[in-house]
């Protein structure tokens, strides 16, 4: 398959994976929430983010292995292919164990920290077979996925991963309408995880069989694995402190509230994530190839990238109180209705966005250990100010804490990135950045002239689909005008 078939096929069912994912990701909670009520849901929603936070402990192994398989993948070295795996292979086995202690850890601490009205012996079990799903993954699965990723076959790991997900909500929402222990619903999809293992199983197998996995001595390292590691720590103690300290400071039923904003957003970004994890191995690709063909592509990917998530977040922002009176209807033991959370939320995705692709170029080029005191210091930072300002504001004070924090990394990932790597001057990146913040504050200023009428999911999708196409087509004008490699990328992508 070429390079720009594997790219469409890619991106395609990248998103299409992550869109159902959203469809059931929608729809899980709301059954929760009739069915169980905001404090199930509450403590459902921590336990998950901080899972799925704490599965970003193997990237540092993923992002250290991928970089290391670029180079061999493009010029098919399969004896050094062979031996990036095999190191692989053994990281991953080691975290795995460790991986599995800190699940046994959090077992028995949470249910104490948690305040909840939920058993102690519930909450137990339900971590420790979360915790055993993301074992298994790691012990058997990853080192599959880092090369397949590496290699561009993407779409590979996402349908597998469709298929899965497809299975493991197919039992939660059986389960779950049966009223059962929220305990056995993570048993099911425990055994669920094991039909993905089989299926990883069978495909490297046949088509990837002359992989060795003892082609590297004992010795064999990862060129600064512990860098990518401890950035992925920081990252995930960035990334769960919100919902931990509302969970620990104020109720589970109140991290309920900030789950059912924050998935909206995290769905949005997650389809435009699911085309950038689709996409982004050019970059690794390239950047072994010339620097000044990444340059072009460096820049493009920013614009294309950074309008995406203006567009999205700019609907978000105008839709999500109409999503929430409909989504929360008829659910009454806690208010879901917050005057800020909106912009919060939205600042944190196109804040977040902001630094993908400089962060991508510092991984790929092998800086990742020298940005570990920016990482730790980010991650302080959210973390002191989170429980400073969740006893002021409450919800809105842990994302102001997020808010806060997230400048810290922008502005070194895009140093590093145009200064120091590619030895130019930040003007585009500045430029590219600043002009997506500008279309943002421009949607927030004109946001309260725009009076929705919205009683149904139909009408709630009618008007979103006409404020999309509305703010995209300017959205996208704009950043053509401001990087014209974008427009020349885009002109030849509808062309084909």
Same mark, same amino acid.
């Given at each position: 398959?070429?390079?720009?078939?594997?790219?469409?096929?890619?991106?395609?069912?990248?998103?299409?994976?992550?869109?159902?994912?959203?469809?059931?990701?929608? $729809?899980?909670?709301?059954?929760?929430?009739?069915?169980?009520?905001?404090?199930?849901?509450?403590?459902?929603?921590?336990?998950?983010?901080?899972?799925?936070?704490?599965?970003?402990?193997?990237?540092?192994?993923?992002?250290?292995?991928?970089?290391?398989?670029?180079?061999?993948?493009?010029?098919?070295?399969?004896?050094?292919?062979?031996?990036?795996?095999?190191?692989?292979?053994?990281?991953? #086995?080691?975290?795995?164990?460790?991986?599995?202690?800190?699940?046994?850890?959090?077992?028995?601490?949470?249910?104490?920290?948690?305040?909840?009205?939920?058993?102690?012996?519930?909450?137990?079990?339900?971590?420790?077979?979360?915790?055993?799903?993301?074992?298994?993954?790691?012990?058997?699965?990853?080192?599959?996925?880092?090369?397949?990723?590496?290699?561009?076959? =993407?779409?590979?790991?996402?349908?597998?991963?469709?298929?899965?997900?497809?299975?493991?909500?197919?039992?939660?929402?059986?389960?779950?309408?049966?009223?059962?222990?929220?305990?056995?619903?993570?048993?099911?999809?425990?055994?669920?995880?094991? =039909?993905?293992?089989?299926?990883?199983?069978?495909?490297?197998?046949?088509?990837?069989?002359?992989?060795?996995?003892?082609?590297?001595?004992?010795?064999?390292? !990862?060129?600064?694995?512990?860098?990518?590691?401890?950035?992925? %720590?920081?990252?995930?103690?960035?990334?769960?402190?919100?919902?931990?300290?509302?969970?620990?400071?104020?109720?589970?039923?109140?991290?309920?509230?900030?789950?059912?904003?924050?998935?909206?957003?995290?769905?949005?970004?997650?389809?435009?994530?699911?085309?950038?994890?689709?996409?982004?191995?050019?970059?690794?690709?390239?950047?072994?190839?010339?620097?000044?063909?990444?340059?072009?592509?460096?820049?493009?990917?920013?614009? +294309?990238?950074?309008?995406?998530?203006?567009?999205?977040?700019?609907?978000?922002?105008?839709?999500?109180?109409?999503?929430?009176?409909?989504?929360?209807?008829? *659910?009454?033991?806690?208010?879901?209705?917050?005057?800020?959370?909106?912009? $919060?939320?939205?600042?944190?995705?196109?804040?977040?966005?902001?630094?993908?692709?400089?962060?991508?170029?510092?991984?790929?080029?092998?800086?990742?250990?020298?940005?570990?005191?920016?990482?730790?210091?980010?991650?302080?930072?959210? !973390?002191?100010?989170?429980? *400073?300002?969740?006893?002021?504001?409450?919800?809105?004070?842990?994302?102001?804490?997020?808010?806060?924090?997230?400048?810290?990394?922008?502005?070194?990932?895009?140093?590093?990135?145009?200064?120091? %790597?590619?030895? #130019?001057?930040?003007?585009?990146?500045?430029?590219?950045?600043?002009?997506?913040?500008?279309?943002?504050?421009?949607?927030?200023?004109?946001?309260?002239? =725009?009076?929705?009428?919205?009683?149904?999911?139909?009408? +709630?999708?009618?008007?979103?689909?006409? =404020?999309?196409?509305?703010?995209?087509?300017?959205?996208?004008?704009?950043?053509?005008?401001?990087?014209?490699?974008?427009?020349?990328?885009?002109?030849?992508?509808?062309?084909?």
């Amino acid at each position: 398959m070429d390079k720009k078939k594997r790219l469409v096929i890619n991106a395609f069912v990248g998103f299409f994976s992550q869109l159902i994912t959203i469809v059931f990701g929608l $729809c899980i909670p709301r059954i929760v929430l009739v069915n169980y009520g905001s404090d199930t849901n509450g403590l459902i929603s921590t336990i998950s983010q901080v899972f799925t936070y704490l599965a970003l402990l193997e990237a540092g192994i993923s992002s250290a292995a991928r970089n290391m398989l670029y180079k061999p993948v493009s010029t098919d070295d399969k004896e050094k292919i062979s031996y990036w795996m095999s190191v692989a292979k053994r990281y991953y #086995r080691k975290i795995s164990v460790y991986y599995l202690f800190c699940v046994c850890i959090f077992a028995i601490v949470m249910p104490f920290l948690l305040k909840t009205e939920i058993s102690f012996g519930t909450v137990f079990f339900y971590i420790i077979f979360e915790g055993l799903t993301s074992v298994i993954s790691f012990y058997f699965i990853n080192t599959w996925t880092c090369f397949l990723n590496a290699k561009g076959e =993407i779409y590979v790991v996402n349908i597998i991963n469709m298929i899965s997900i497809i299975l493991c909500y197919a039992v939660k929402i059986i389960l779950i309408l049966s009223g059962i222990n929220i305990a056995f619903i993570q048993i099911g999809i425990f055994f669920v995880s094991l =039909i993905k293992l089989f299926i990883y199983k069978v495909y490297l197998g046949k088509k990837y069989q002359w992989i060795r996995y003892d082609a590297a001595p004992d010795t064999a390292t !990862l060129p600064d694995r512990t860098a990518y590691v401890i950035s992925e %720590i920081t990252w995930t103690v960035f990334s769960a402190t919100d919902m931990l300290v509302l969970s620990i400071f104020l109720s589970t039923a109140a991290s309920s509230v900030y789950s059912v904003y924050n998935m909206v957003f995290i769905a949005l970004s997650g389809l435009l994530n699911a085309v950038y994890q689709a996409t982004f191995y050019n970059l690794g690709i390239a950047y072994h190839e010339s620097i000044e063909k990444y340059k072009k592509m460096h820049d493009t990917f920013n614009s +294309f990238f950074m309008a995406s998530i203006t567009v999205l977040i700019s609907v978000a922002y105008i839709m999500i109180i109409p999503f929430v009176k409909l989504y929360t209807k008829d *659910i009454s033991d806690i208010n879901y209705f917050h005057r800020y959370l909106p912009i $919060c939320f939205s600042l944190i995705q196109l804040l977040t966005w902001s630094r993908y692709i400089g962060g991508n170029l510092i991984g790929v080029a092998g800086r990742q250990k020298p940005a570990l005191k920016i990482n730790i210091i980010e991650a302080a930072v959210n !973390l002191v100010l989170s429980v *400073i300002l969740v006893n002021i504001f409450g919800i809105t004070g842990v994302i102001i804490a997020t808010i806060c924090a997230l400048p810290i990394k922008i502005i070194y990932c895009n140093y590093i990135s145009d200064i120091i %790597i590619m030895k #130019r001057k930040p003007f585009k990146t500045i430029s590219v950045l600043g002009i997506n913040y500008l279309i943002f504050g421009t949607v927030v200023f004109f946001k309260d002239m =725009i009076d929705l009428d919205i009683n149904s999911y139909l009408v +709630f999708f009618e008007y979103g689909a006409l =404020i999309t196409v509305i703010i995209a087509v300017g959205v996208f004008f704009i950043n053509c005008l401001v990087n014209r490699d974008m427009f020349k990328t885009l002109r030849k992508v509808i062309k084909k």
